[in-house]
Each structure stands twice: as C-alpha cells, then as structure tokens.
C-alpha cells in the first residue's frame, strides 16, 4: 500500500543531471544524463494503518482511497535540486486495480521517460532515453517501483513523520493539505476528497495538478514494450 510516496519518493527519485567527466574524453567535462534512481523493493511494513493516528491515519486513509478511484492526473513542475532546473512531469492512470504511472524529465535537451505498471499480479518497469527504443522488465507486483506506489516501507515513514493538516486550495479546488515532515525534509502534500494528489511541494521541487479526468480506456495499461521476465540470478 502506497502512503507518502508521491510526497515524498517522487520528489527524491526525479534526479536530473549531473556534470561528470568522461574518462575517455579529453575535455575537462561532460554534461551527461542522469538516470532517475528508482525505488527498490523493501520490506513488509511493520506498521499498519491501524497503528496511526490523527493526521497521518487521515493521509493514508485518502491515499488508499485515491487508489481505488478511476481516474487519469497529469501534473507537471521544475526541480532545482540540481541546480540546472529540469521539467517534471507526472502522470497517473488507475482503473479497476490496475495502475500506471509516468515520470518524464527532461535537462539540457535529455529527456528521461520511465513508465511503471501494477497489472493484477505483476509489476512491469519501462524506460527510454531520449528517442532510444522502449525497455520493459517484469517482476512480481511486490517489488512494484515507483514514485506513487510503493511497496514495503511507506506506513512505516509516516509513522516515523509529524504530519498536520490545514484546509487550502489548488487550481480552484478545495483542498486537504498535509505537511509532512521527516527527518529534515519537509513536503506538502495536497488532495481532493477523493484521495487525489493535487500538488506535490519539497524545499526544491513542486508538482501541480494539470489534468484530472475519470475517462481511463484499457489500452493504457498496456506497455509499450515486451517486457523480459526477472531474473533467476541471485
């Protein structure tokens, strides 16, 4: 069950670029592409929805229910973790238990795009950079990867976070707002009462809601490549 990953897992997980030197070039630099780090499977929560309280309860209760809801969100946003600035953009599909989500950042002329699905039992990760050919791989739907749904550890983050709520307001729609702090980073996350995040907010990064819509046609969780099975190899 997914709780703060949007919050917080998305914001960390869209690197851009990094300045790094080539050993194979002369110059003195290299402006290359980052590959986004991904979120690796962790373990079975110790903490359950029943063992939070107040505020943090109200959040994963919404963030469940959000997930159970048809719908389609495509937000987008500027990170200045880096430094350089990059686009983000982010967007959701669920339907029927299905769901999909897409991470894009683009840096410097370098576009990243990742796509990770939840499909019933399996969880597929796609990725491309730039106009490259699509790379699929598959694994069992608990070791699912990605900003919005994360498997494993998320109940236990927020029990370990302080969280208040205040009512607010994003794009014209009323808004439950939950400030979520843990360790040192502090993150906004604002929702509809339906459990749909409206806007994403760090210290460097901030996502808004663009589009929302519950047209979700079945094609989309298809992906975009054949994908390879997991590994056998330790």
């Known amino acids: 069950m997914a709780l703060i990953g949007t919050a917080v897992a998305l914001l960390a997980a869209t690197v851009a670029v990094v300045n790094t030197r080539d050993p194979a070039d002369s110059d003195s630099s290299s402006s290359t592409t980052s590959v986004p780090s991904e979120t690796t499977a962790s373990a079975p929560p110790t903490v359950e929805l029943d063992d939070l309280s107040g505020a943090a309860r109200d959040l994963a209760t919404l963030l469940a229910a959000g997930r159970e809801t048809t719908y389609h969100a495509r937000y987008s946003g500027r990170s200045a973790a880096d430094g350089t600035g990059g686009t983000l953009i982010l967007e959701s599909w669920s339907k029927d238990g299905r769901f999909r989500q897409d991470t894009i950042v683009d840096v410097a002329d370098e576009s990243f795009h990742r796509s990770n699905f939840l499909l019933d039992e399996r969880a597929v990760a796609c990725t491309r950079l730039g106009a490259a050919d699509w790379t699929c791989d ?84 298809d992906p975009p490549a054949t994908p390879s099975p997991e590994s056998s190899e330790p």
């Open 138 to 221: 598959e694994s069992p739907a608990e070791q699912f990867q990605g900003a919005d749904v994360l498997g494993g550890g998320s109940l236990d983050q927020l029990a370990r976070a302080a969280v208040g709520e205040e009512p607010g307001e994003v794009g014209g729609r009323e808004a439950r707002c939950f400030v979520i702090t843990l360790d040192t980073q502090t993150t906004e996350l604002c929702t509809t009462d339906e459990g749909v995040p409206l806007r994403i907010r760090s210290q460097t990064s901030e996502l808004v809601l663009e589009v929302l819509d519950h047209d979700v046609d079945d094609g989309v969780f």
